[in-house]
Nanobody, 126 residues
Framework: QVQLVESGGGLVQAGGSLRLSCAAS????????MAWFCQAPGKDREFVAA????????YVADSVKGRFTISRDNAKNTMYLQMNSLKPEDTAVYYC???????????????????WGQGTQVTVSS
């Protein structure tokens, strides 16, 4: 069982930055693909970014490419999402997720992920 806890959300003005963190409870984190998803009110949960077990490979959605960076620190069992140049359309609840079945495959589908955090709210004002 993997427990994931997100933190770092909040209210920020457009153009500002936030760094989200996702702390995992067990060392299984270190051999799992991890990802960030977001869900805005009335919309489906959608993929933001994913990272392989070592942190050497990442994949970022086109909508945030060049603005968001995903990273991880396996020694701390923690994953991060650095969010720069935030826009009002980035407003959503952000979730971290773990795919414990693979170390390398960066999958964008929600169904591929086994464990989820409770989410952290990001609100970007114009």
């Amino acid at each position: 069982q993997v427990q994931l806890v997100e933190s770092g959300g909040g209210l920020v003005q457009a153009g500002g930055s936030l760094r989200l963190s996702c702390a995992a409870s067990v060392n299984t984190f270190r051999t799992s693909v991890m990802a960030w998803f977001c869900q805005a009110p009335g919309k489906d949960r959608e993929f933001v970014a994913a990272i392989n077990w070592s942190g050497g490979r990442t994949y970022v959605a086109d909508s945030v490419k060049g603005r968001f960076t995903i990273s991880r620190d396996n020694a701390k069992n923690t994953m991060y999402l650095q969010m720069n140049s935030l826009k009002p359309e980035d407003t959503a609840v952000y979730y971290c997720a773990a795919d414990v079945n693979t170390k390398e495959l960066l999958i964008t589908a929600v169904d591929a992920y086994d464990y989820w955090g409770q989410g952290t709210q990001v609100t970007v004002s114009s």
